[in-house]
């Protein structure tokens, strides 16, 4: 009743209910009975007394008097024809009209709580239904064509997980190599997958706000703890899809998923619609082998709290790379995989008004005003780790310096002759540039600094020269 009102019973319902049921002592101890009543303070006199035997026997006989009060009020309300029963038929009926209105919702939900609160659930044939009972919700965007060799972000979003459940992940689409990731945002931990399936597992109940956010590579996560757009967000769970498509362009089509939990109803949006449309800022120039064995590094300037996605893919397939994301040299969010790597959540605040500083020492800069940055997947053998965010130091009222940065590992990405002196040419060219256009992803004169390339090379060349890369970074449209 509670529910289907939208408010705690007043006293006169509470009354008509207990004469419905014949049950004066209904809702005693319940939930039903919380409208607030006269306050009841102790008298002063009485906080530090001890009552005497003769005290104790008064009250006694109040408590009885009352109880026999409240037995013959019920009975009353019974009786056909009586004042009282009129006043407690009237006030069924309005109560009934409340429930009239959703009787299919407040049914289920009604017999969903005799059986997880009541023994007496056990008396009925059909108790051992609920066992055989799967509920499930799909959600499905749509998504244009992409390009062939390409990965796209397809959906994110943020679920509410209202209890403790079992929920299974599952992800139908055209799009081949569609991956799904799930994320716990407590600990930064990626829900394990097997043979790059989800596996089951039981996400807890939000405390608070909890979401759930959605992409293809396909990474989902239920999300514990999380700075989404500067409210701390805790026990949700996001979920986000990547895509590597084959060569032929993938047409554009439906991506749809579906949460099956173990309880009704499942993990649900925090809005009526998914969100499926994103900016990608996409950056690509050739590798520079380089004595830190930095593959790029960019500077973020952000002008409002975001949620951020960084993809990057080599030319070169068994290349190792660590992708990481620094606040001030701090890690933030990193992820390290074989020829593409991908950072799904990479939270980003926009500094103080007075404490943001510009970058000097690098060029690339990515501006997140209007936009809340997205996560794709990670590509290859990569793991996602994330660490979680700190206490804000004093350090950090100067401001926020974040960047983007990508490293090869293990020596993985050797050259052989003819290579070798094509980055000799570019460095040549670079030197003789009596313009100083600086390149985009450029590090073999300045290790630690991006550049800004006047035009990309087109796909094809991307291809077939096997010492180029390719940066994203995905973006949410803001509503």
């Given amino acids: 009743m509670t529910a289907a009102l939208g408010r705690a019973l007043a006293d006169k319902e509470v009354h008509a209910l207990r004469a419905l049921t014949r049950d004066p002592f209904l809702g005693r101890g319940g939930k039903e009975n919380t409208c607030p009543g006269p306050a009841t303070e102790t008298p002063e006199a009485w906080r530090s007394k001890e009552p005497t035997e003769t005290e104790n026997q008064a009250a006694i006989v109040l408590q009885a008097t009352w109880k026999s009060f409240h037995i013959r009020q019920v009975r009353k309300a019974t009786r056909t024809g009586t004042h009282e029963n009129m006043k407690v038929s009237e006030t069924l009926l309005k109560m009934w009209a409340a429930l009239a209105s959703n009787a299919q919702k407040h049914a289920v939900s009604l017999l969903r709580y005799i059986f997880s609160n009541s023994k007496s659930a056990e008396l009925y044939p059909c108790h051992g239904d609920e066992w055989t009972r799967v509920p499930f919700k799909d959600y499905s965007v749509t998504f244009p064509e992409q390009p062939s060799n390409s990965w796209f972000l397809v959906f994110r979003e943020v679920f509410h997980v209202p209890k403790d459940m079992l929920v299974v992940p599952k992800v139908y689409s055209a799009v081949p190599g569609c991956v799904l990731h799930v994320i716990d945002n407590d600990t930064g931990e990626e829900v394990p997958r097997i043979f790059q399936t989800v596996e089951p597992r039981v996400y807890k109940r939000n405390q608070v706000h909890s979401f759930l956010t959605v992409a293809p590579d396909r990474q989902s996560w239920l999300s514990r703890?999380?700075?989404?757009?500067?409210?701390?967000?805790?026990?949700?769970?996001?979920?986000?899809?990547?895509?590597?498509?084959?060569?032929?362009?993938?047409?554009?089509?439906?991506?749809?998923?579906?949460?099956?939990?173990?309880?009704?109803?499942?993990?649900?949006?925090?809005?009526?619609?998914?969100?499926?449309?994103?900016?990608?800022?996409?950056?690509?120039?050739?590798?520079?082998?380089?004595?830190?064995?930095?593959?790029?590094?960019?500077?973020?300037?952000?002008?409002?709290?975001?949620?951020?996605?960084?993809?990057?893919?080599?030319?070169?397939?068994?290349?190792?790379?660590?992708?990481?994301?620094?606040?001030?040299?701090?890690?933030?969010?990193?992820?390290?995989?074989?020829?593409?790597?991908?950072?799904?959540?990479?939270?980003?605040?926009?500094?103080?008004?007075?404490?943001?500083?510009?970058?000097?020492?690098?060029?690339?800069?990515?501006?997140?005003?209007?936009?809340?940055?997205?996560?794709?997947?990670?590509?290859?053998?990569?793991?996602?780790?994330?660490?979680?965010?700190?206490?804000?130091?004093?350090?950090?009222?100067?401001?926020?310096?974040?960047?983007?940065?990508?490293?090869?590992?293990?020596?993985?990405?050797?050259?052989?002759?003819?290579?070798?002196?094509?980055?000799?040419?570019?460095?040549?060219?670079?030197?003789?540039?009596?313009?100083?256009?600086?390149?985009?992803?450029?590090?073999?004169?300045?290790?630690?600094?991006?550049?800004?390339?006047?035009?990309?090379?087109?796909?094809?060349?991307?291809?077939?020269?096997?010492?180029?890369?390719?940066?994203?970074?995905?973006?949410?449209?803001?509503?």
């Fill in 225 to 479: 703890t999380e700075l989404y757009r500067g409210i701390r967000v805790k026990e949700a769970t996001p979920l986000w899809p990547k895509a590597n498509p084959e060569k032929p362009p993938v047409p554009g089509g439906k991506w749809r998923l579906r949460l099956i939990g173990s309880h009704d109803p499942p993990p649900g949006l925090s809005r009526e619609a998914p969100l499926s449309n994103f900016s990608v800022k996409e950056f690509r120039d050739y590798y520079i082998p380089n004595d830190k064995n930095v593959i790029c590094r960019f500077s973020l300037k952000v002008t409002s709290d975001h949620v951020g996605t960084v993809q990057i893919q080599t030319s070169k397939p068994d290349v190792y790379v660590k992708l990481t994301v620094l606040d001030r040299e701090s890690d933030v969010a990193s992820s390290t995989g074989k020829g593409s790597v991908v950072i799904p959540v990479s939270p980003s605040e926009a500094s103080p008004a007075r404490g943001q500083q510009d970058t000097s020492g690098s060029a690339g800069s990515l501006a997140a005003a209007g936009l809340t940055a997205d996560p794709p997947g990670g590509g290859g053998a990569g793991g996602v780790q994330r660490r979680r965010r700190r206490r804000r130091q004093p350090a950090e009222i100067l401001g926020h310096k974040y960047i983007i940065q990508a490293q090869v590992l293990h020596k993985s990405w050797a050259l052989d002759e003819s290579q070798a002196a094509f980055v000799q040419a570019l460095k040549d060219a670079e030197r003789n540039d009596s313009k100083g256009t600086p390149r985009l992803v450029r590090y073999a004169m300045s290790p630690f600094g991006a550049r800004s390339s006047p035009a990309p090379p087109s796909c094809g060349t991307l291809l077939s020269d096997r010492i180029i890369l390719l940066c994203k970074v995905s973006q949410d449209m803001k509503n």
